[in-house]
């Protein structure tokens, strides 16, 4: 027969327990219910007060991953204590922050879940430093747990302003005490393909970095001031693929130039054009200086809070808008940024690629809009596949944002039609892009 104690630690190896429940599983009293939590103090979690008082299990006792301290950085580089996370046994989390007493999550809590490394960056991490890590060099074989583990080892730059693990921050004060050379803006067309060919070799892996396509950033020297940048490039081939890649960096340059006309906020970016090479270079917004931070979440992490499916851009606004997580005029601003995506042909709508900054006590506002971009066109498998652009039926609950998006989306077109920096053929299809948009507009002002 088993003894209470072996039965509570079964009992909380599935869940969280609150101690009514654990004195009606086990047929206990408190007073010896008490005694037992203390004998085994060392192996639980122990959650909450007073009535409202939870135990649960450590996911591994002892091991690495059990209470993981997060650190947020602020505006002047400085760290302050933000929380602690606790993976338990039965997929659940203790998360407590330093303004509230604590919540028990059935998945990763929302605020943690931007750290996370993915994508390109994270697949060339897992093939060059599984190893090490006692992982497997493929991301695709890697469990929650093991993101975790691999972003509490080196996760000093991640997006946002937060820090996860005792050795991340170990690896942010080395960064501080040797900073980054920062790059001349005369310079950047000789240092930039260089860069890039260590990036594909992975001689260097910003994990800081998100996306499926391979990418760096630098600190830029910006008239005597440090300017943290991301930089995105296309293939040094000579080849159809390769010019391709640079059509669309030229583009994505002047979709958010089309955004900022509109009167919407956008990151502001550059190009530089090196050879057969070209560079997106993208200021980011989570950035202030050498070492400064902003916070910042992603779509995906804050809809995470509603637990609904991430289906469209649409829909997430309208739900976080009436939970009163987001403000209506934001709301508005995603709607027609998802329109927006629509006319320029931009299927890469994923929750990833619209990210909010916190204001106030609880609510939050639409960061500068990123990653926008014709991606129908994009090379598949090395070729260049047809593909006919249609404009988008309308969405009801985003008309009245129709008209400002549909502009925007024509003044786009417009100037990529007539762009030097882009391919002579792809300058054609987005000539007919523009007409197509066109007589769209004058067929809705048709009585």
């Not at 639980?44 to 209470?67: D, F, S």
């Not at 060339?124 to 695709?140: E, M, N, Q």
């Not at 002047?254 to 090196?274: D, M, T």
């Not at 009436?322 to 998802?338: M, N, P, T, V």
Request: charged letters at 25%.
């Amino acid at each position: 027969m088993k003894t209470n104690r072996q039965q509570l630690l079964q009992l909380l190896a599935d869940r969280v327990m609150t101690s009514r429940e654990l004195i009606r599983e086990l047929g206990i009293s408190q007073p010896t219910l008490s005694r037992l939590i203390n004998s085994i103090q060392n192996d639980i979690v122990v959650m909450g007060k007073g009535r409202a008082t939870c135990y649960g299990l450590p996911k591994k006792p002892g091991q690495e991953v059990n209470r993981l301290p997060v650190y947020s950085i602020d505006v002047k580089g400085d760290v302050h204590p933000y929380g602690q996370l606790t993976p338990l046994q039965g997929g659940q989390y203790w998360w407590q922050s330093i303004t509230c007493s604590g919540e028990i999550s059935h998945h990763l809590p929302w605020q943690i879940q931007d750290l996370l490394i993915n994508g390109y960056c994270a697949r060339a991490f897992a093939l060059r430093y599984g190893d090490h890590l006692k992982l497997s060099p493929r991301l695709t074989d890697w469990t929650e747990e093991d993101m975790l583990i691999a972003t509490s080892r080196c996760g000093e730059d991640r997006p946002g302003n937060l820090i996860l693990g005792e050795e991340s921050l170990a690896r942010y004060f080395e960064l501080v005490r040797n900073p980054p050379e920062l790059i001349e803006l005369g310079s950047q067309a000789l240092e930039y393909p260089q860069l890039a060919l260590k990036t594909l070799a992975r001689e260097t892996i910003p994990l800081q970095l998100s996306g499926e396509q391979p990418k760096f950033s630098v600190c830029l020297n910006e008239r005597g001031a440090p300017c943290r940048m991301l930089v995105k490039f296309s293939p040094a081939a000579d080849s159809k693929e390769a010019r391709r890649y640079a059509d669309l960096l030229v583009c994505e340059h002047l979709a958010l130039e089309a955004i900022r006309i509109a009167g919407l906020n956008a990151v502001r970016s550059r190009l530089v054009i090196s050879g057969n090479q070209t560079f997106l270079c993208i200021k980011r917004f989570d950035r202030r200086g050498l070492f400064g931070r902003l916070p910042a979440t992603s779509l995906r992490a804050l809809h995470s809070r509603i637990q609904e499916p991430c289906d469209d851009w649409v829909s997430a606004a309208t739900r976080l808008q009436k939970q009163g997580i987001i403000y209506l005029s934001e709301a508005r601003k995603l709607h027609w940024l998802a329109l927006f995506s629509d006319m320029i042909g931009n299927a890469n709508q994923h929750f990833g690629n619209i990210s909010f900054l916190p204001h106030g006590k609880d609510n939050y506002l639409l960061a500068p809009a990123y990653g926008m971009r014709p991606t129908i066109y994009e090379p598949l498998a090395g070729e260049i596949p047809a593909r006919l652009f249609t404009p988008p039926s309308l969405r009801k609950e985003a008309e009245g944002e129709l008209a400002a998006a549909r502009q925007a989306a024509i003044l786009f077109w417009k100037s990529a039609a007539i762009d030097e920096r882009i391919s002579e053929g792809f300058r054609q299809i987005c000539f007919e892009n523009c007409e197509l948009l066109q007589l769209q507009e004058q067929g809705s002002k048709s009585p």
